[in-house]
């Protein structure tokens, strides 16, 4: 499986940006995905997770502000993020497994997408 994230950029605080994650090659009946993201000097930390049939989960920092969805049929997961703070900025990475729930700990996804970095400006 291969995972390409893209959408990431320079926006002013209080912005938004649309992030999206692309799979291709094997195809899972059903996958989770979520996004994570590492700042820098700092561990990679969780950020949102979606189940296969929809159901979501954020992390306390992004709750309200983000938004995870997905197109089944375009293989795609997207985490829309609205009234973007200074500490948002980060590389932004999503991640998939195969499985029905959501999960939100690095070592329970199997593939990783690159990064894309976002950085708000104060």
């Known amino acids: 499986v291969q995972l390409q994230a893209s959408g990431g950029g320079l926006v002013q605080a209080g912005g938004s940006l649309r992030l999206s994650c692309a799979a291709s090659g094997r195809t899972f009946r059903s996958y989770a995905t979520g996004w994570f993201r590492q700042a820098p000097g700092k561990e990679r930390e969780f950020v949102a997770a979606i189940s296969w049939n929809d159901y979501t989960y954020y992390a306390d920092s992004v709750q309200g502000r983000f938004t995870i969805s997905r197109d089944n049929a375009k293989n795609t997961v997207y985490l829309q993020m609205n009234a973007l703070k200074p500490e948002d900025t980060a590389h932004y990475y999503c991640?998939?497994?195969?499985?029905?729930?959501?999960?939100?700990?690095?070592?329970?996804?199997?593939?990783w997408g690159q990064g894309t970095l976002v950085t708000v400006s104060s």
């Open positions: 991640a998939l497994r195969g499985g029905a729930n959501y999960y939100t700990r690095e070592g329970e996804y199997d593939y």
